[in-house]
């Protein structure tokens, strides 16, 4: 795994979040596949999960939590120049779901681009996001992650249907002076990486040009979640617990000096693993996948936006972000609140 190089600090100054009103809890899905409350919370510690109206799509979601997000900012639609969207169900295949994010806002002064990263997805944008401001070439951005996964979601599939929910999260993001110690949010670190090689272990396989949906294919339901569950689990803790440590030592840090670690939502033991061989105490490990599910790029905006209006955390705190998806692709943030 290549550590990024360390550039100048970029600042989140505004979060916001956004989930469907429809909940589907463990019993719901009981009642219509062969799995039951007790099996999901012992295995994954989900309770339930939020799922879009048919006529909500990625868009109407990233634009709910982007305008919380400028909301909390103070900052107009027109003084974003950068809008990123962190997606694996973007509202089609093309335009992306940033340029559809963009009219609906009005940030008309925007380059707008969907990064694809899976579960990854928003750190790898914030990380892009990054890159512009302090190149200097664009000089506030937004950057979501928005997900609408009960649309790839195969409801007879019990490995899978119940993991997965919709939600979207977002941050403005500015550039923060060299040696600004008082500004918000400050990205000190990132490392990423992908591993191609287990690239169908976690797959959409259907609906793309390798295999698009026919009348003869339709019925297999390729264009839905297909994973190795067991595996994908012993990936997820390997790559996320070496993504955080290389992190940490890049910004100059150890484990004794986190806050808070708000790693990827997608199944309570990883979570637990992670914190156990990190050596992070649970009380500073956050999660919220009991309500959510895994809502993929969306899962640490959304955690990062309710741990901040909730108080949980303070400026000057040191956080941990870190996710794991499909691709395989990882990556780690560490910041100053
Ligand atoms: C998916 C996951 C929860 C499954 O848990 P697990 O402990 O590995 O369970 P297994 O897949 O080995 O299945 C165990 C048994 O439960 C059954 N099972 C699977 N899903 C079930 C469900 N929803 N309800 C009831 N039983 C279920 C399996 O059929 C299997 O039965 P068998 O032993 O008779 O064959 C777990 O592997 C996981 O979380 N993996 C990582 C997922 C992830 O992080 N994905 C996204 C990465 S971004």
């Avoid at 006529?55 to 990233?62: F, H, K, P, Q, R």
């Avoid at 928003?122 to 997900?147: D, K």
């Avoid at 009348?215 to 595996?231: C, L, Q």
């Avoid at 956050?286 to 599910?293: D, S, V």
Wanted: with cysteine; hydrophobic share 40%.
């Amino acid at each position: 795994m290549q550590p990024d190089t360390k550039i100048c600090s970029c600042s989140i100054i505004g979060t916001g979040s956004y989930v469907p009103a429809r909940v589907l809890t463990n019993d719901d899905l009981s009642k219509f596949v062969d799995t039951s409350d007790e099996w999901i919370t012992t295995r994954t510690g989900i309770k339930e999960r939020h799922i879009a109206a048919d006529d909500e799509a990625t868009s109407d979601m990233a634009t709910k939590a982007a305008l919380k997000a400028l909301e909390a900012a103070g900052v107009k639609a027109e003084e974003i120049d950068l809008i990123i969207v962190a997606t694996v169900t973007p509202d089609m295949f093309f335009p992306s779901t940033a340029c559809l994010v963009q009219k609906k806002i009005g940030a008309m002064n925007a380059v707008c681009f969907d990064i694809s990263a899976a579960c990854s997805g928003f750190l790898y944008a914030l990380q892009t996001a990054r890159h512009y401001i302090n190149s200097g070439t664009r000089g506030t951005a937004l950057v979501i992650g928005a997900e609408k996964l009960s649309s790839l979601i195969n409801w007879k599939d019990r490995n899978t249907c119940v993991l997965f929910g919709d939600a979207a999260g977002a941050v403005v993001v500015r550039r923060a002076e060299p040696g600004d110690t008082s500004a918000p949010g400050r990205v000190l670190s990132t490392v990423m990486g992908s591993d191609g090689n287990l690239a169908d272990l976690l797959k959409v396989p259907g609906g793309g040009s390798a295999c698009p949906i026919t009348a003869e294919n339709a019925e297999s339901r390729p264009n839905t979640i297909h994973m190795e569950g067991r595996e994908t689990f012993k990936h997820a803790v390997t790559r996320m617990c070496q993504a955080a440590e290389q992190a940490l030592k890049q910004a100059g840090l150890e484990t004794k000096d986190i806050s808070l670690v708000i790693p990827h939502q997608a199944n309570a033991r990883i979570i637990s693993a992670i914190a156990d061989r990190l050596g992070v105490p649970e009380e500073k490990t956050y999660m919220n996948l009991q309500k959510y599910g895994n809502t993929s790029a969306a899962t640490i905006p959304v955690a990062l936006d309710e741990a901040h209006r909730s108080g949980r955390l303070q400026r000057g705190d040191v956080v941990l972000l870190v996710a794991f998806g499909g691709g395989f692709t990882w990556a780690s943030t560490v910041m100053i609140w």
